[in-house]
C-alpha cells in the first residue's frame, strides 16, 4: 500500500492537482494554487427542521416531518444506511449517537414504507458491535427489522489525504510540506458516491479539539477511514491502522501541546471529501450535546432539540448556530486580540473585496460553502421551527447551574486558542501566517 499504488488506484489518480484546485480561494495559499474556487456558494434556499420537546424519540421523528415526501421520494427504492457516530465504544454514553435518535429516525422510515434499513458504523480496536450493544442499539431488533454492519464489510478505496506533520520549532507551523496529498486512507464503498445506500447521518453537536465541533459531515468524512480491512481479526490483520491516518494530522508538537499545521491538513482534507461523502439526510440530535473536552470527554448541554434535513451543510449551519459558534471563537484571543469569525475573499491585491456572513469556523464547513456543497448562509436557510437563537438564549440559565453565569454558547475544546494560532487561523492567502 505504498504511494504509487495509492495514486494509480484512488479515484484521485491522476487528479490531485486537479482537486487542489478546488480548494476555496481562501484555503489556497496552504494548497500552492493562486486559481478560485471551482463554483459560487449557493444561491438558493434549503429548509431546515428544528423541534424541541421533552420526548427524546419524538422530536427526531417530528423533525423529518416536514420532509416526507422528499425523503421518500430521494430514497426510492435504495436501502437506506443510518451513520451513527460511536466514537467511545459504547463507554461514554455522552459521546456516541442516543439509541433515541436512531429509534426515531427508524420510526420515521417505517411511518413512510421504508423498512430496508442498515445501522453502520466502524469503531477503533474493532469493537464496533460492543459499543452497538453499549449504546442499546440492540434493542432496536425488538421493533424494527434493522441490520448492523461494519463499513468495511462491503469493501473499501483508497484515498491520498493531507499529512504535513509536525513543526520541529513548537508554536511554529510547518504548514503544507506537499502541494498535493500524500498518506494513504481506505474509505468505506457503503459511504462513497456514488452509492447503492441512502446514508442518513445521525450525531450530536459536540465540541472537537482539532475540527471546532463534530456534526453530520465531520461524523461522514473522518467517520469513513476504516481501521482494518478484515473484521473477522480486528486490529490483527497485516492491514494497517489506516483510519489513524486520518487523525495523525492532528497532533501536538513537543511537550507543550501546542497543534501545528495537522489542523489545517484535516480541514483540507475534509473538504476534498466533501462531494463523495455529504449524506443525503442529516439528523443532528441536540437533546443533550457535548461541550468542553469533546468528543469523547466533555460534559453535557441539555437544548432539547433535534436538527433535520436533505441538505447536510444547512443542517450543520443551523447546529452551528444553536451551538453559538461565533460567539465562542470570537471570545478566543488569537495573539492577543478577538477571533475573527468570519472569512475574508481577496482580489489579486491584499484588499478584502467581500466578507461572507457566515462564522469561519468550523472552516472545513466554511470551505464547502464557499464551494456551494451546500448552503451555509443562515439568511437563506428557512428554518422550520424556533429561531436557533432561542436555543442560544437558553444557554446561560443552563451553564449558570454548572457556574459559568452567563456562557451563551458551547464551552470550546481547552486547545482550541492554539489551533487558530498555528493551525488554521489563515485569512489573507496572498499574506499567509507562519509561512
Same mark, same amino acid.
Given at each position: 500500500?505504498?504511494?504509487?499504488? #495509492?495514486?494509480?488506484?484512488? &479515484?484521485? +489518480?491522476? *487528479?490531485?492537482?486537479?482537486? %487542489?484546485?478546488?480548494?476555496?480561494?481562501?484555503?489556497?495559499?496552504?494548497?500552492?494554487?493562486?486559481?478560485?474556487?471551482?463554483?459560487?456558494?449557493?444561491?438558493?434556499?434549503?429548509?431546515?427542521?428544528?423541534?424541541?420537546?421533552?420526548?427524546?424519540?419524538?422530536?427526531?421523528?417530528?423533525?423529518?416531518?416536514? #420532509?416526507?415526501?422528499?425523503? &421518500?421520494? +430521494?430514497? *426510492?427504492?435504495?436501502?437506506? %444506511?443510518?451513520?451513527p457516530n460511536c466514537v467511545s465504544h459504547g463507554s461514554t454514553a455522552l459521546a456516541d449517537t442516543p439509541v433515541q435518535c436512531i429509534e426515531g429516525i427508524l420510526e420515521f422510515l417505517k411511518s413512510i414504507g421504508k423498512t430496508d434499513v442498515t445501522v453502520a458504523e466502524n469503531c477503533p480496536g474493532g469493537l464496533l458491535m460492543t459499543a452497538f450493544s453499549n449504546d442499546g442499539y440492540f434493542a432496536l431488533l425488538k421493533k424494527y427489522p434493522v441490520r448492523f454492519k461494519d463499513l468495511s464489510q462491503e469493501g473499501s478505496r483508497p484515498f491520498l489525504v493531507w499529512n504535513s506533520g509536525m513543526s520541529a520549532a513548537v508554536g511554529t507551523s510547518s504548514y503544507r510540506s506537499t502541494a498535493n496529498p500524500s498518506d494513504g486512507v481506505l474509505i468505506s464503498k457503503m459511504l462513497l458516491k456514488p452509492r447503492k445506500y441512502f446514508v442518513i447521518s445521525a450525531c450530536r453537536p459536540k465540541t472537537h479539539n482539532y475540527q471546532i465541533a463534530t456534526l453530520s459531515y465531520k461524523n461522514m468524512g473522518m467517520g469513513s477511514a476504516l481501521e482494518?480491512?478484515?473484521?473477522?481479526?480486528?486490529?490483527?490483520?497485516?492491514?494497517?491502522?489506516?483510519?489513524?491516518?486520518?487523525?495523525?494530522?492532528?497532533?501536538?508538537?513537543?511537550?507543550?501541546?501546542?497543534?501545528?499545521?495537522?489542523?489545517?491538513?484535516?480541514?483540507?482534507?475534509?473538504?476534498?471529501?466533501?462531494?463523495?461523502?455529504g449524506p443525503d439526510m442529516s439528523v443532528i440530535d441536540a437533546y443533550q450535546g457535548m461541550e468542553g473536552s469533546g468528543p469523547t470527554g466533555g460534559t453535557a448541554v441539555n437544548q432539547q432539540a433535534a436538527i433535520a434535513g436533505l441538505d447536510w451543510l444547512a443542517v450543520d449551519r443551523v447546529a452551528v448556530e444553536i451551538m453559538n459558534v461565533a460567539t465562542a471563537i470570537t471570545n478566543v484571543l488569537v495573539n492577543g486580540q478577538p477571533s475573527d469569525p468570519t472569512a475574508y475573499v481577496y482580489n489579486n491585491g491584499n484588499t478584502p473585496t467581500q466578507q461572507w456572513p457566515w462564522p469561519m469556523y468550523p472552516a472545513a464547513l466554511n470551505y464547502c460553502g464557499q464551494a456551494g456543497y451546500g448552503q451555509y448562509d443562515l439568511n437563506l436557510i428557512d428554518v422550520l421551527g424556533p429561531a436557533p437563537s432561542t436555543l442560544q438564549a437558553a444557554l446561560p440559565n443552563q451553564h449558570a447551574a454548572s457556574g459559568n453565569t452567563g456562557l451563551n454558547y458551547y464551552q470550546l475544546h481547552p486547545s482550541i486558542a492554539e489551533e487558530l494560532v498555528v493551525g488554521y487561523g489563515l485569512r489573507n492567502p496572498l499574506n499567509p501566517v507562519n509561512a
Open positions: 500500500m505504498n504511494r504509487r499504488h #495509492f495514486l494509480r488506484t484512488s &479515484a484521485l +489518480a491522476g *487528479g490531485a492537482a486537479l482537486a %487542489l484546485n478546488r480548494l476555496p480561494i481562501v484555503n489556497q495559499a496552504r494548497a500552492g494554487s493562486s486559481l478560485p474556487y471551482a463554483t459560487a456558494p449557493l444561491s438558493t434556499t434549503s429548509p431546515v427542521s428544528l423541534v424541541t420537546g421533552s420526548d427524546h424519540v419524538d422530536i427526531v421523528f417530528q423533525a423529518l416531518q416536514p #420532509f416526507k415526501k422528499q425523503i &421518500a421520494a +430521494a430514497i *426510492g427504492n435504495r436501502p437506506v %444506511l443510518i451513520k482494518n480491512q478484515t473484521i473477522y481479526t480486528p486490529g490483527q490483520s497485516g492491514w494497517t491502522d489506516v483510519k489513524q491516518h486520518m487523525h495523525w494530522v492532528a497532533s501536538s508538537a513537543g511537550s507543550s501541546g501546542v497543534y501545528t499545521s495537522g489542523c489545517q491538513d484535516l480541514c483540507d482534507t475534509l473538504y476534498m471529501l466533501a462531494p463523495l461523502l
